[in-house]
C-alpha cells in the first residue's frame, strides 16, 4: 500500500514562489502516474498538473501553465511542485495523487495525500 504525504505549503506573497514535496512510501510508487490537484474554499478539487512514471511527460492545467514545474525523483520515491508567481487565484489545499492509470479525472487516481495548504496574499 501507498501512502503520500505532502510538505512545503505556506503563506506567500503574491509574485512569489513556492515548492510543494509529496514524499512516497511503498516502492510501486514509482510505477505510478503522479498528480497534483487543489482544492480552494468553496470550489470542488481540480487537476494542476501530472508527470508519467520515468518523469518523461509532464502536462499541466492551462491556468498554472508556464508558472508550475511538476518533477519527480524515483530514487527519493518523492514528487514535486515548483510553483512561481504565485497569485491569490492559486490559494487552495494542494493535494497529491497517485494513479496506475494517469489522465486528469481524479477519479482515476486512487492513492492520496493529507493536503498542504497554500496561501497567496495579495
Known amino acids: 500500500q501507498v501512502q503520500l504525504v505532502e510538505s512545503g505549503g505556506g503563506l506567500v506573497q503574491a509574485g512569489g514562489s513556492l515548492r510543494l514535496s509529496c514524499a512516497a512510501s511503498g516502492r510501486t510508487f514509482r510505477n505510478y502516474v503522479a498528480g497534483w490537484f487543489r482544492q480552494a474554499p468553496g470550489k470542488e478539487r481540480e487537476f494542476v498538473s501530472r508527470v508519467t512514471w520515468n518523469g518523461g511527460s509532464t502536462y499541466y492545467a492551462d491556468s498554472v501553465k508556464g508558472r508550475f514545474t511538476i518533477s519527480r525523483d524515483n530514487a527519493k520515491n518523492t514528487v514535486y511542485l515548483q510553483m512561481n508567481s504565485l497569485k491569490p487565484e492559486d490559494t487552495a489545499v494542494y493535494y497529491c495523487?497517485?494513479?496506475?492509470?494517469?489522465?486528469?479525472?481524479?477519479?482515476?487516481?486512487?492513492?492520496w495525500g493529507q493536503g498542504t495548504q497554500v496561501t497567496v496574499s495579495s
Open positions: 495523487a497517485g494513479s496506475t492509470y494517469g489522465g486528469s479525472n481524479e477519479g482515476r487516481y486512487d492513492t
